[in-house]
């Protein structure tokens, strides 16, 4: 059976934007270009890379953990979701390349003159670092999204078992009530604005779960969404709350949840762009499709990586007391860093991938 249903190159490539933004946030590129070019055009990549990337990230995790199901579905003719399979493929894909960026971030640690507390690396060994007040933001910024990552991944035979046993909506609904009871209990009893504590796993499961119904949708019953009028009406209500709702604290669970979601109305027009993308024959063209397609393929390694690997550029900086071949190596170490993601993915994901693929 053909799984090219089950392909979309504009997911990869919105993967790769997430990825990015956030790595040029991160990186200080905003503020380099705006001091050299005296403009503040690409101010709006670091909002996003500093806000709203993540967001991006957790519903198209959504949709793809669920377009991968729906692809086993497809291929074995049946709908049963087998937890076994399941889990390894998911432990397979996630875990071996965390766990070697983990061990590079610690040794660029190293180079740099820091020390790593064995609780610290035991928690992130274990990925139990989003869960920790501590050790959130240690060793890798970063990698506090695959505690809640790999909670998703533990929770969706259980959406998966409500969608089966009462349809797409319904599952949806229980997943958004269960969200809004989280929402609830944290707000009058916690205080929310502690990293953990905002991004528990229920608080944003609706959300997420809302990637997951926006896929079977696209895929299996094939609406057409770009299309409807209730859809973007339901677009102009969320954008509306979220403007609303922003300035204060209380909402901040909600309007976190939301700007997960308010991502839908972007991958809705651009999903419509596939067949465009992949016959696009002017070479130039197709050529930047296929460099955003493989930035997006490796944006898993590039979203873990570039921490460290700034961190080791930082190393080398201590040495150097020249403005300009500073800046230089800034901007050598820019490229080299989506370098390093490719082949990082090519090394530490796609053998396992393909080892996962092998014991099916």
């Known amino acids: 059976?053909?799984?090219?249903?089950?392909?979309?190159?504009?997911?990869?490539?919105?993967?790769?934007?997430?990825?990015t933004t956030v790595f040029l946030n991160h990186y200080g590129f905003i503020t380099m270009i705006k001091?050299?070019?005296?403009?503040?055009?690409?101010?709006?990549?670091?909002?996003?890379?500093?806000?709203y990337a993540v967001p991006l990230f957790f519903l198209i995790s959504g949709f793809c953990i669920h377009?991968?199901?729906?692809?086993?579905?497809?291929?074995?003719?049946?709908?049963?979701?087998?937890?076994?399979?399941?889990?390894?493929r998911r432990f397979w894909r996630i875990y071996p390349c965390y766990l070697i960026i983990l061990l590079f971030a610690c040794a660029v640690a190293a180079l740099n003159g820091e020390k790593i507390a064995t609780r610290d690396f035991i928690y992130h060994v274990f990925v139990c670092q989003g869960f920790s007040v501590k050790y959130f933001n240690s060793i890798n910024l970063v990698l506090w999204t695959i505690s809640v990552e790999i909670l998703f991944y533990l929770l969706y035979p259980i959406w998966y078992f409500f969608r089966r046993r009462f349809g797409l909506n319904q599952a949806l609904i229980i997943s958004l009530l269960v969200s809004l009871i989280s929402w609830v209990v944290i707000i009058l009893n916690f205080n929310f604005a502690l990293f953990p504590v905002k991004y528990f796993i229920l608080n944003i499961w609706g959300a997420w779960c809302f990637g997951a119904w926006l896929c079977e949708k696209i895929v299996v019953n094939e609406t057409k969404l770009i299309n409807s009028k209730?859809?973007?009406g339901v677009g102009v209500i969320l954008l509306t709350l979220f403007w609303v709702l922003s300035p204060y604290n209380w909402a901040t669970l909600i309007t976190y949840n939301i700007s997960i979601a308010l991502w839908a109305w972007v991958i809705v027009p651009f999903i419509k762009l596939e067949g465009v993308l992949i016959n696009v024959n002017n070479h130039f063209l197709s050529g930047l499709i296929n460099v955003l397609a493989v930035v997006g393929v490796s944006s898993y390694s590039l979203y873990m990586i570039h921490e460290p690997f700034m961190f080791l550029r930082n190393a080398l900086l201590k040495s150097i007391t020249s403005e300009g071949v500073r800046l230089a190596l800034g901007g050598f170490w820019l490229i080299a860093t989506f370098f390093a993601a490719w082949v990082s993915y090519q090394l530490f994901e796609k053998p396992f991938l393909t080892y996962r693929s092998s014991r099916k």
């Open 35 to 51: 001091k050299l070019l005296k403009t503040g055009i690409f101010e709006p990549i670091g909002l996003i890379g500093a806000y």
């Open 67 to 88: 377009l991968s199901q729906l692809k086993q579905n497809a291929l074995s003719n049946d709908t049963t979701l087998k937890l076994v399979p399941y889990l390894k």
């Open 1 to 19: 059976m053909s799984t090219k249903k089950f392909n979309f190159i504009t997911i990869d490539i919105l993967r790769g934007f997430a990825a």
């Open 230 to 232: 209730p859809w973007w």
